[in-house]
Nanobody, 124 residues
Framework: VQLQASGGGLVQAGGSLRLSCAAS????????IYWYRQAPGKQRELVAS???????NYAESVKGRFAISRDNGWNTVYLQMSSLNPGDTAVYYC???????????????????WGQGTQVTVSS
């Protein structure tokens, strides 16, 4: 599986961005895709996930502001980000894996495939 994240950029506080994660290769093994972010000097943190049954999950810090969605299949997963604030500044990554247990999804080491990351910078 290959993942490619895009859509990052510089935006003012209160603004919006939509990130895309394009997947290719063995899409049949995907049952969920996750968005992570990593700010300078901080650990990589799980932001949102979308699963094959349609369920979505969000970190408390982004609930009500971010929305994850996907096209018909796993070709592209989107992360719509609204009401951005400087605390959202980070490199955003999409990730997936062959068999990820729900209790481990916040551990970046369990993922087999990562996109290259896209920088989001929110100015105050």
């Amino acid at each position: 599986v290959q993942l490619q994240a895009s859509g990052g950029g510089l935006v003012q506080a209160g603004g919006s961005l939509r990130l895309s994660c394009a997947a290719s290769g063995r899409l049949d093994i995907i049952n969920a895709i996750y968005w992570y972010r990593q700010a300078p000097g901080k650990q990589r943190e799980l932001v949102a996930s979308i699963h094959s049954d349609g369920n979505t999950n969000y970190a408390e810090s982004v609930k009500g502001r971010f929305a994850i969605s996907r096209d018909n299949g796993w070709n592209t997963v989107y992360l719509q980000m609204s009401s951005l604030n400087p605390g959202d500044t980070a490199v955003y990554y999409c990730a997936t894996g062959r068999s990820i247990i729900l209790s481990t999804i916040r551990n970046p080491r369990v993922y087999d495939y990562w996109g290259q990351g896209t920088q989001v910078t929110v100015s105050s």
